[in-house]
T-cell receptor
Framework: SQQGEEDPQALSIQEGENATMNCSYK?????LQWYRQNSGRGLVHLIL?????REKHSGRLRVTLDTSKKSSSLLITASRAADTASYFC???????????????FGQGTILTVHP | NAGVTQTPKFRVLKTGQSMTLLCAQDMNHEYMYWYRQDPGMGLRLIHY???????AKGEVPDGYNVSRLKKQNFLLGLESAAPSQTSVYFCAGTPSPWGTEAFFGQGTRLTVV
């Protein structure tokens, strides 16, 4: 079963605008990660936020985590055409024992940035 | 460094045929994973390994087998391919069991006809 639900499924914006994607999950987590996938390529890690963190920045990326609501958001500021890709959230379980690095992925958000 | 490399990149199989997908990593990762990606379903874990000589089942293991005879290689086998196994397969590795960054291969697009 899928841990994460992502919203929206697809997002279309103009260059320069901000893009916000949301992820909800069901069980307790150790951390939540965001990945990017360009068409026909593998996933590339963007950012990781731990369960005891509320916000994290990396360049034009801002991630928030609300463990009480079991949700996270990814904000891409000043988007570029090169940001066009699918974005996935992934959770690492937090309850008891080791997850052995296993990640549970959401269905992804397809972002299209128009020049 | 090559990172995580998958071979082949594309393959078409007939129903009932068998094949092996190879994942090779030069990052010295202990933990390796095979996922499949289907439209609208994200990635689902097939099998994983926590070190050389070990394998374990993931979320959707049926119809697949794996082997990790060497630390750097993780093989995914389909003994008798079915159309339901048409998918894109991704291998990934990570150095830590605590859910740190995973490094993915570029994927193998498999079609079973």
């Amino acid at each position: 079963s899928q841990q994460g639900e992502e919203d929206p499924q697809a997002l279309s914006i103009q260059e320069g605008e901000n893009a916000t994607m949301n992820c909800s999950y069901k069980t307790s987590i150790n951390n939540l990660q965001w990945y990017r996938q360009n068409s026909g390529r593998g996933l590339v890690h963007l950012i990781l936020i731990r369960s005891n963190e509320r916000e994290k920045h990396s360049g034009r990326l801002r991630v928030t985590l609300d463990t009480s609501k079991k949700s996270s958001s990814l904000l891409i500021t000043a988007s570029r055409a090169a940001d066009t890709a699918s974005y996935f959230c992934a959770t690492a379980p937090g309850a008891g024992g080791t997850s052995y690095g296993k990640l549970t992925f959401g269905q992804g958000t397809i972002l299209t940035v128009h020049p | 460094n090559a990172g995580v490399t998958q071979t082949p990149k594309f393959r078409v199989l007939k129903t009932g045929q068998s094949m092996t997908l190879l994942c090779a990593q030069d990052m010295n990762h202990e933990y390796m994973y095979w996922y499949r990606q289907d439209p609208g379903m994200g990635l689902r874990l097939i099998h994983y390994s926590v070190g050389e000589g070990t394998t374990a089942k993931g979320e959707v293991p049926d119809g697949y087998n794996v082997s990790r005879l060497k630390k750097q290689n993780f093989l995914l086998g389909l003994e008798s391919a079915a159309p339901s196994q048409t998918s894109v397969y991704f291998c990934a590795g990570t150095p830590s069991p605590w859910g740190t960054e995973a490094f993915f291969g570029q994927g193998t697009r498999l079609t079973v006809v």
